[in-house]
Protein backbone atom coordinates (compact mmCIF):
# COMPACT_ATOMS: atom_id res chain seq x y z
CA UNK A 1 0.00 0.00 0.00
CA UNK A 2 1.13 3.58 -0.95
CA UNK A 3 2.74 5.45 2.01
CA UNK A 4 -0.01 7.89 3.73
CA UNK A 5 1.44 10.91 5.16
CA UNK A 6 0.10 12.61 8.02
CA UNK A 7 0.28 15.93 6.16
CA UNK A 8 0.69 16.75 2.53
CA UNK A 9 2.13 20.92 2.26
CA UNK A 10 1.15 22.39 -1.13
CA UNK A 11 4.02 25.13 -1.46
CA UNK A 12 7.78 25.54 -1.06
CA UNK A 13 7.80 29.19 0.09
CA UNK A 14 9.07 30.28 3.41
CA UNK A 15 5.83 29.70 5.00
CA UNK A 16 5.66 25.96 3.78
CA UNK A 17 9.40 25.66 4.56
CA UNK A 18 8.26 26.59 7.76
CA UNK A 19 5.09 24.52 8.22
CA UNK A 20 6.80 21.64 6.90
CA UNK A 21 10.06 22.67 9.12
CA UNK A 22 7.36 22.84 12.71
CA UNK A 23 5.19 19.78 11.56
CA UNK A 24 7.96 17.65 10.68
CA UNK A 25 9.67 18.74 14.28
CA UNK A 26 6.29 17.49 16.49
CA UNK A 27 7.11 13.85 14.74
CA UNK A 28 4.28 14.49 11.70
CA UNK A 29 5.62 12.65 9.05
CA UNK A 30 5.12 15.35 5.56
CA UNK A 31 5.85 15.82 2.10
CA UNK A 32 6.00 19.47 0.71
CA UNK A 33 5.01 19.62 -3.40
CA UNK A 34 6.29 22.54 -4.98
CA UNK A 35 5.46 23.24 -8.54
CA UNK A 36 8.67 25.17 -9.43
CA UNK A 37 11.94 23.57 -10.05
CA UNK A 38 13.70 25.17 -7.10
CA UNK A 39 12.02 25.88 -3.15
CA UNK A 40 11.76 30.08 -2.92
CA UNK A 41 10.96 30.85 -6.38
CA UNK A 42 7.85 32.78 -5.81
CA UNK A 43 6.42 35.85 -3.68
CA UNK A 44 9.19 34.85 -1.54
CA UNK A 45 12.20 35.01 -3.64
CA UNK A 46 11.46 39.14 -4.25
CA UNK A 47 11.02 40.29 -0.53
CA UNK A 48 13.21 42.73 1.21
CA UNK A 49 14.58 40.36 3.85
CA UNK A 50 13.34 42.04 6.92
CA UNK A 51 12.41 40.68 10.38
CA UNK A 52 9.89 43.45 11.41
CA UNK A 53 9.12 43.17 14.85
CA UNK A 54 5.37 44.27 14.40
CA UNK A 55 5.65 47.97 15.31
CA UNK A 56 3.05 49.10 12.94
CA UNK A 57 0.71 45.87 12.62
CA UNK A 58 -2.82 46.47 13.67
CA UNK A 59 -3.24 45.43 17.42
CA UNK A 60 -5.19 42.14 18.28
CA UNK A 61 -4.69 40.55 14.40
CA UNK A 62 -3.58 37.59 13.33
CA UNK A 63 -0.87 38.81 11.41
CA UNK A 64 0.31 40.50 14.99
CA UNK A 65 0.10 37.40 17.18
CA UNK A 66 1.80 35.29 14.52
CA UNK A 67 5.17 38.02 14.26
CA UNK A 68 5.06 37.99 17.81
CA UNK A 69 5.53 34.24 18.04
CA UNK A 70 8.16 34.33 15.08
CA UNK A 71 10.27 37.40 16.03
CA UNK A 72 12.00 35.34 19.60
CA UNK A 73 11.99 32.32 17.58
CA UNK A 74 13.44 32.60 14.91
CA UNK A 75 16.72 34.26 16.74
CA UNK A 76 17.18 30.79 18.05
CA UNK A 77 16.78 29.33 14.50
CA UNK A 78 18.86 31.50 13.34
CA UNK A 79 21.96 31.00 15.65
CA UNK A 80 20.84 27.16 15.89
CA UNK A 81 21.30 26.82 11.76
CA UNK A 82 24.40 29.59 11.98
CA UNK A 83 22.39 31.73 9.79
CA UNK A 84 23.73 35.42 9.30
CA UNK A 85 20.85 38.26 10.53
CA UNK A 86 21.65 41.58 11.28
CA UNK A 87 19.70 43.81 14.37
CA UNK A 88 20.19 46.69 12.85
CA UNK A 89 16.66 48.63 13.59
CA UNK A 90 14.73 51.11 11.61
CA UNK A 91 14.45 55.09 11.93
CA UNK A 92 11.31 55.97 10.69
CA UNK A 93 11.89 59.77 9.41
CA UNK A 94 9.29 62.53 8.97
CA UNK A 95 10.54 64.59 5.88
CA UNK A 96 7.49 67.26 6.06
CA UNK A 97 5.95 69.09 9.05
CA UNK A 98 2.48 67.68 8.00
CA UNK A 99 4.65 63.75 8.34
CA UNK A 100 6.26 64.81 11.58
CA UNK A 101 2.57 65.13 12.97
CA UNK A 102 1.76 62.01 12.39
CA UNK A 103 4.43 59.80 14.41
CA UNK A 104 3.18 60.37 17.92
CA UNK A 105 0.30 58.37 16.82
CA UNK A 106 2.61 55.99 15.22
CA UNK A 107 4.29 56.01 18.56
CA UNK A 108 1.22 54.47 20.18
CA UNK A 109 0.24 52.42 17.94
CA UNK A 110 3.41 50.83 18.13
CA UNK A 111 3.56 50.64 22.04
CA UNK A 112 -0.23 49.01 21.52
CA UNK A 113 1.28 46.56 19.83
CA UNK A 114 3.95 46.35 22.79
CA UNK A 115 6.53 44.50 20.89
CA UNK A 116 9.60 46.90 19.91
CA UNK A 117 9.87 49.96 22.52
CA UNK A 118 9.85 52.59 19.77
CA UNK A 119 10.82 56.33 20.89
CA UNK A 120 10.63 59.69 19.04
CA UNK A 121 14.13 60.87 18.86
CA UNK A 122 15.03 64.80 18.28
CA UNK A 123 16.54 65.81 15.46
CA UNK A 124 20.37 66.14 16.84
CA UNK A 125 19.24 62.25 17.81
CA UNK A 126 18.94 61.50 14.75
CA UNK A 127 21.57 63.02 13.44
CA UNK A 128 24.07 61.50 15.54
CA UNK A 129 22.54 58.12 14.16
CA UNK A 130 22.30 58.65 10.64
CA UNK A 131 25.13 61.29 9.83
CA UNK A 132 24.30 60.23 6.04
CA UNK A 133 20.93 61.20 5.82
CA UNK A 134 19.88 64.70 4.24
CA UNK A 135 19.67 67.50 6.97
CA UNK A 136 15.86 68.56 6.55
CA UNK A 137 14.45 66.08 8.01
CA UNK A 138 11.23 67.13 10.76
CA UNK A 139 11.05 64.23 13.11
CA UNK A 140 12.15 60.89 13.48
CA UNK A 141 11.13 57.60 15.22
CA UNK A 142 13.83 55.28 15.91
CA UNK A 143 12.25 51.49 16.12
CA UNK A 144 14.69 49.15 17.78
CA UNK A 145 14.69 45.51 17.18
CA UNK A 146 13.84 45.69 13.48
CA UNK A 147 16.50 43.09 11.85
CA UNK A 148 17.46 41.70 8.20
CA UNK A 149 18.17 38.36 7.62
CA UNK A 150 19.25 36.40 4.33
CA UNK A 151 15.48 35.75 3.19
CA UNK A 152 16.39 32.86 1.00
CA UNK A 153 18.99 30.74 3.19
CA UNK A 154 16.19 31.49 6.00
CA UNK A 155 13.33 29.40 4.27
CA UNK A 156 15.97 26.81 2.68
CA UNK A 157 16.97 25.78 6.01
CA UNK A 158 13.86 25.21 7.57
CA UNK A 159 13.20 23.22 4.35
CA UNK A 160 16.43 21.51 4.46
CA UNK A 161 16.22 20.69 8.51
CA UNK A 162 12.68 19.00 7.85
CA UNK A 163 14.13 16.89 5.12
CA UNK A 164 17.21 16.16 7.32
CA UNK A 165 14.35 15.23 9.86
CA UNK A 166 12.67 13.03 8.16
CA UNK A 167 10.27 14.88 5.73
CA UNK A 168 10.36 14.17 1.51
CA UNK A 169 10.32 17.35 -0.30
CA UNK A 170 9.50 16.78 -4.04
CA UNK A 171 10.06 19.62 -6.46
CA UNK A 172 8.59 19.76 -10.06
CA UNK A 173 5.29 18.50 -8.76
CA UNK A 174 2.95 20.88 -9.60
CA UNK A 175 -0.47 19.64 -7.33
CA UNK A 176 -3.75 19.42 -10.24
CA UNK A 177 -6.26 17.83 -8.47
CA UNK A 178 -7.51 16.67 -5.40
CA UNK A 179 -10.08 13.83 -4.38
CA UNK A 180 -12.12 14.33 -0.86
CA UNK A 181 -13.76 11.61 -1.37
CA UNK A 182 -12.36 9.44 1.47
CA UNK A 183 -12.42 12.29 3.84
CA UNK A 184 -14.53 10.86 6.05
CA UNK A 185 -11.85 8.41 7.03
CA UNK A 186 -8.98 11.08 7.22
CA UNK A 187 -7.49 10.51 3.70
CA UNK A 188 -6.88 12.78 0.72
CA UNK A 189 -5.55 12.39 -2.74
CA UNK A 190 -3.49 15.00 -4.10
CA UNK A 191 -2.89 14.10 -8.45
CA UNK A 192 0.40 16.12 -8.89
CA UNK A 193 2.52 15.97 -12.42
CA UNK A 194 4.59 13.65 -10.64
CA UNK A 195 1.90 11.02 -9.63
CA UNK A 196 -0.75 10.73 -6.62
CA UNK A 197 0.05 10.70 -3.07
CA UNK A 198 -1.92 10.31 0.14
CA UNK A 199 -2.45 12.60 3.33
CA UNK A 200 -4.55 13.01 6.18
CA UNK A 201 -4.18 16.65 6.25
CA UNK A 202 -3.62 18.90 3.20
CA UNK A 203 -1.87 22.68 4.10
CA UNK A 204 -2.05 25.05 1.22
CA UNK A 205 0.67 27.35 1.51
CA UNK A 206 0.52 28.57 -2.45
CA UNK A 207 0.71 32.11 -1.91
CA UNK A 208 0.56 33.72 -4.92
CA UNK A 209 -1.49 30.68 -6.18
CA UNK A 210 -3.31 30.08 -3.13
CA UNK A 211 -6.47 31.00 -4.40
CA UNK A 212 -6.35 28.59 -7.47
CA UNK A 213 -5.09 25.95 -5.01
CA UNK A 214 -8.01 26.30 -2.85
CA UNK A 215 -10.26 25.71 -5.56
CA UNK A 216 -8.91 22.30 -6.73
CA UNK A 217 -10.24 21.48 -3.21
CA UNK A 218 -13.63 23.37 -3.59
CA UNK A 219 -13.09 26.12 -1.65
CA UNK A 220 -13.36 29.70 -2.66
CA UNK A 221 -12.91 32.72 0.03
CA UNK A 222 -10.52 35.18 -1.25
CA UNK A 223 -8.85 36.06 -4.23
CA UNK A 224 -5.27 37.05 -5.01
CA UNK A 225 -4.76 40.51 -6.09
CA UNK A 226 -0.83 40.69 -6.79
CA UNK A 227 0.98 43.74 -6.23
CA UNK A 228 4.17 44.56 -7.46
CA UNK A 229 7.37 45.45 -5.82
CA UNK A 230 10.07 47.49 -7.33
CA UNK A 231 13.89 47.68 -6.05
CA UNK A 232 17.26 49.27 -6.84
CA UNK A 233 20.47 47.55 -4.91
CA UNK A 234 23.35 49.91 -4.73
CA UNK A 235 27.07 48.06 -3.84
CA UNK A 236 28.27 47.30 -0.73
CA UNK A 237 30.92 50.01 -0.63
CA UNK A 238 28.02 52.36 0.11
CA UNK A 239 26.77 50.19 2.90
CA UNK A 240 28.37 52.96 5.35
CA UNK A 241 25.94 55.52 4.42
CA UNK A 242 23.46 54.12 6.60
CA UNK A 243 23.37 52.75 9.99
CA UNK A 244 19.52 51.41 10.26
CA UNK A 245 16.40 51.00 7.88
CA UNK A 246 15.18 54.12 6.97
CA UNK A 247 11.53 53.73 6.65
CA UNK A 248 9.36 57.00 5.42
CA UNK A 249 5.70 57.79 7.02
CA UNK A 250 3.77 54.42 6.19
CA UNK A 251 0.53 55.13 4.15
CA UNK A 252 -2.82 53.24 3.57
CA UNK A 253 -1.06 50.78 0.98
CA UNK A 254 2.14 50.11 3.82
CA UNK A 255 5.06 50.94 5.16
CA UNK A 256 6.44 52.32 1.76
CA UNK A 257 9.24 52.89 -0.17
CA UNK A 258 12.47 52.61 2.58
CA UNK A 259 16.13 52.57 2.02
CA UNK A 260 17.91 49.53 3.46
CA UNK A 261 20.98 48.04 3.90
CA UNK A 262 21.11 44.29 3.45
CA UNK A 263 22.51 41.69 5.81
CA UNK A 264 25.14 41.32 2.88
CA UNK A 265 25.91 45.00 3.12
CA UNK A 266 24.07 46.22 -0.15
CA UNK A 267 21.94 49.41 -0.22
CA UNK A 268 18.83 48.60 -1.39
CA UNK A 269 15.56 51.23 -2.13
CA UNK A 270 11.97 49.80 -2.23
CA UNK A 271 9.76 48.33 -2.42
CA UNK A 272 7.16 50.37 -4.87
CA UNK A 273 3.53 48.95 -4.18
CA UNK A 274 2.01 48.59 -7.60
CA UNK A 275 -1.29 46.45 -8.82
CA UNK A 276 0.48 43.80 -10.95
CA UNK A 277 -1.80 42.43 -13.94
CA UNK A 278 0.39 39.24 -13.52
CA UNK A 279 1.14 36.96 -10.65
CA UNK A 280 4.14 36.06 -12.46
CA UNK A 281 7.79 37.78 -11.74
CA UNK A 282 7.18 40.91 -13.55
CA UNK A 283 10.79 43.02 -14.76
CA UNK A 284 11.26 46.30 -13.65
CA UNK A 285 10.92 49.42 -15.26
CA UNK A 286 13.38 51.86 -16.10
CA UNK A 287 11.19 54.87 -15.28
CA UNK A 288 10.36 53.76 -11.76
CA UNK A 289 14.21 52.80 -11.01
CA UNK A 290 15.15 55.91 -11.48
CA UNK A 291 12.53 57.22 -8.82
CA UNK A 292 13.78 54.90 -6.96
CA UNK A 293 17.21 56.35 -7.44
CA UNK A 294 16.54 60.05 -7.06
CA UNK A 295 14.78 58.61 -3.96
CA UNK A 296 17.68 57.03 -2.27
CA UNK A 297 19.98 60.34 -3.30
CA UNK A 298 17.60 62.80 -1.66
CA UNK A 299 17.35 61.05 1.01
CA UNK A 300 20.64 60.05 1.48
CA UNK A 301 23.28 62.27 -0.31
CA UNK A 302 26.42 59.74 -0.41
CA UNK A 303 24.63 57.68 -2.63
CA UNK A 304 24.54 60.19 -5.41
CA UNK A 305 26.95 59.37 -8.04
CA UNK A 306 27.35 55.70 -7.28
CA UNK A 307 25.65 53.56 -9.97
CA UNK A 308 23.18 50.94 -9.08
CA UNK A 309 24.56 47.09 -9.43
CA UNK A 310 21.30 45.62 -10.48
CA UNK A 311 17.38 46.10 -9.76
CA UNK A 312 15.09 43.06 -8.88
CA UNK A 313 11.15 42.68 -8.76
CA UNK A 314 8.75 41.18 -6.05
CA UNK A 315 4.88 39.91 -5.95
CA UNK A 316 3.43 40.01 -2.87
CA UNK A 317 -0.11 37.68 -2.55
CA UNK A 318 -2.28 40.05 -1.56
CA UNK A 319 -5.57 39.44 -1.06
CA UNK A 320 -8.87 42.65 -0.98
CA UNK A 321 -10.02 40.78 2.53
CA UNK A 322 -7.49 40.79 5.01
CA UNK A 323 -3.50 39.75 5.56
CA UNK A 324 -3.66 36.78 6.79
CA UNK A 325 -6.34 33.47 5.76
CA UNK A 326 -5.51 31.26 8.08
CA UNK A 327 -8.84 29.25 7.69
CA UNK A 328 -9.47 25.06 9.02
CA UNK A 329 -11.59 22.20 7.14
CA UNK A 330 -11.81 19.67 9.21
CA UNK A 331 -14.83 17.71 6.82
CA UNK A 332 -12.44 18.88 3.72
CA UNK A 333 -9.21 17.47 5.76
CA UNK A 334 -7.54 21.02 4.28
CA UNK A 335 -6.17 23.78 6.04
CA UNK A 336 -5.85 26.94 3.77
CA UNK A 337 -3.06 29.20 4.76
CA UNK A 338 -3.43 32.25 2.31
CA UNK A 339 -3.15 36.00 1.20
CA UNK A 340 0.25 36.21 3.16
CA UNK A 341 0.47 39.52 2.14
CA UNK A 342 3.96 41.46 3.54
CA UNK A 343 4.55 40.08 6.49
CA UNK A 344 5.04 36.27 5.37
CA UNK A 345 9.06 36.26 6.12
CA UNK A 346 8.28 37.85 10.40
CA UNK A 347 5.53 35.58 11.02
CA UNK A 348 6.37 32.47 9.33
CA UNK A 349 7.83 30.76 12.47
CA UNK A 350 3.95 32.01 13.97
CA UNK A 351 2.04 30.87 11.11
CA UNK A 352 3.71 27.23 11.52
CA UNK A 353 2.71 27.17 15.38
CA UNK A 354 -0.93 27.99 14.27
CA UNK A 355 -1.05 25.39 11.75
CA UNK A 356 0.28 22.53 13.73
CA UNK A 357 -2.33 23.70 16.95
CA UNK A 358 -5.20 23.54 13.88
CA UNK A 359 -4.05 19.77 13.06
CA UNK A 360 -4.09 18.71 16.62
CA UNK A 361 -7.01 20.27 17.93
CA UNK A 362 -9.78 21.20 14.88
CA UNK A 363 -8.69 18.02 12.64
CA UNK A 364 -7.73 16.13 15.83
CA UNK A 365 -4.37 14.23 14.30
CA UNK A 366 -1.88 13.48 16.70
CA UNK A 367 1.90 13.05 15.14
CA UNK A 368 2.84 9.50 13.88
CA UNK A 369 5.96 9.54 15.34
CA UNK A 370 8.43 11.09 17.84
CA UNK A 371 9.55 14.91 18.28
CA UNK A 372 12.46 15.79 16.28
CA UNK A 373 13.65 19.01 18.24
CA UNK A 374 17.11 19.95 18.34
CA UNK A 375 19.25 22.47 16.11
CA UNK A 376 22.36 22.11 14.36
CA UNK A 377 24.76 24.26 12.50
CA UNK A 378 24.44 23.92 9.35
CA UNK A 379 27.62 23.75 6.74
CA UNK A 380 27.15 26.27 3.94
CA UNK A 381 29.22 26.99 1.40
CA UNK A 382 28.16 29.31 -1.78
CA UNK A 383 29.19 27.42 -5.07
CA UNK A 384 29.81 30.01 -8.03
CA UNK A 385 27.58 31.17 -10.06
CA UNK A 386 24.11 30.22 -8.12
CA UNK A 387 24.61 27.74 -6.15
CA UNK A 388 24.92 26.80 -2.55
CA UNK A 389 25.98 23.66 -1.13
CA UNK A 390 24.27 22.95 2.77
CA UNK A 391 25.75 19.70 4.14
CA UNK A 392 26.52 18.46 0.59
CA UNK A 393 22.98 19.23 -0.78
CA UNK A 394 23.15 21.60 -3.67
CA UNK A 395 20.23 24.27 -3.96
CA UNK A 396 19.76 26.75 -6.26
CA UNK A 397 19.77 29.95 -4.98
CA UNK A 398 17.24 31.89 -6.42
CA UNK A 399 16.62 35.81 -4.13
CA UNK A 400 18.68 38.60 -5.45
CA UNK A 401 19.43 39.77 -1.65
CA UNK A 402 21.73 36.82 -1.31
CA UNK A 403 23.06 36.74 -4.99
CA UNK A 404 23.85 40.00 -5.03
CA UNK A 405 25.28 39.84 -1.71
CA UNK A 406 27.14 37.25 -1.83
CA UNK A 407 28.59 37.51 -5.31
CA UNK A 408 28.63 40.99 -5.06
CA UNK A 409 27.06 42.13 -8.67
CA UNK A 410 25.39 40.13 -11.16
CA UNK A 411 22.21 39.66 -13.21
CA UNK A 412 20.00 38.35 -10.55
CA UNK A 413 17.20 37.34 -12.92
CA UNK A 414 17.57 33.62 -13.33
C1 LIG B 1 8.16 43.25 -2.62
C2 LIG B 1 7.96 42.43 -1.38
C3 LIG B 1 8.57 42.78 -0.17
C4 LIG B 1 8.36 42.04 0.97
N1 LIG B 1 9.10 42.29 2.09
C5 LIG B 1 8.94 41.50 3.19
C6 LIG B 1 9.77 41.65 4.31
O1 LIG B 1 10.72 42.42 4.33
N2 LIG B 1 9.51 40.90 5.42
C7 LIG B 1 8.49 39.99 5.44
O2 LIG B 1 8.26 39.38 6.47
N3 LIG B 1 7.73 39.77 4.34
C8 LIG B 1 7.95 40.49 3.23
N4 LIG B 1 7.22 40.26 2.10
C9 LIG B 1 6.15 39.27 2.15
C10 LIG B 1 6.63 37.86 2.01
O3 LIG B 1 7.63 37.74 1.02
C11 LIG B 1 5.42 37.00 1.67
O4 LIG B 1 4.45 37.19 2.68
C12 LIG B 1 5.81 35.55 1.60
O5 LIG B 1 6.81 35.37 0.62
C13 LIG B 1 4.64 34.66 1.26
O6 LIG B 1 5.16 33.37 1.28
P1 LIG B 1 4.32 32.14 0.80
O7 LIG B 1 5.13 30.94 1.07
O8 LIG B 1 2.93 32.23 1.34
O9 LIG B 1 4.15 32.37 -0.78
P2 LIG B 1 5.09 32.04 -2.02
O10 LIG B 1 6.46 32.44 -1.81
O11 LIG B 1 4.38 32.56 -3.23
O12 LIG B 1 5.11 30.45 -2.07
C14 LIG B 1 4.02 29.67 -2.52
C15 LIG B 1 4.59 28.47 -3.22
O13 LIG B 1 3.51 27.61 -3.60
C16 LIG B 1 3.85 27.04 -4.84
N5 LIG B 1 2.64 26.57 -5.52
C17 LIG B 1 1.59 27.32 -5.93
N6 LIG B 1 0.68 26.55 -6.55
C18 LIG B 1 1.17 25.29 -6.55
C19 LIG B 1 0.70 24.04 -7.06
N7 LIG B 1 -0.45 23.95 -7.74
N8 LIG B 1 1.46 22.95 -6.87
C20 LIG B 1 2.63 23.01 -6.19
N9 LIG B 1 3.14 24.17 -5.70
C21 LIG B 1 2.42 25.29 -5.87
C22 LIG B 1 4.50 28.19 -5.59
O14 LIG B 1 5.26 27.76 -6.68
C23 LIG B 1 5.32 28.85 -4.50
O15 LIG B 1 6.64 28.38 -4.44
C24 LIG B 1 7.45 40.96 0.93
C25 LIG B 1 6.85 40.58 -0.28
C26 LIG B 1 7.16 41.28 -1.44
C27 LIG B 1 6.64 40.78 -2.74
Not at 70 to 77: D, H
Not at 168 to 194: D, G
Not at 322 to 343: A, F, L, M, Q
Request: hydrophobic residues 35%.
Amino acid sequence: MADVFDVIVVGGGIVGCAVVWEMTSYGYKCLLLEKNENLVSEASSGNSGMLHTGFDAVADTLELQCIQHTFPKMFGVLEGFGLPYNKIGATMVAWTQEQAQIIPTIAQRCRAARVSFCTEISLSELYSREPGLRKQAQGALWIPGETVVDPWLTAISLAHDAKKKGAMIKTNAVVQNISRTECERQRIQVMTSLGQFTGRVVINCGGLYGDIVDKLAGLQHFRISPKKGQYAIYPQKVGHHINSSILPIPTSKGKGEIIFKTVYGNVVVGPTFEDSASRARPESDACTIRRLVRLGESCVPGLEGCPIVNTYTGVRPATETKDYHIDSYPESCWITVGGIRSTGLSGSLGIADKVRRLVLHQHALEPSGPRRTGLEKMDIKFVPPCHARIDDVLYTVTHPITLNGVWKSRDSRL
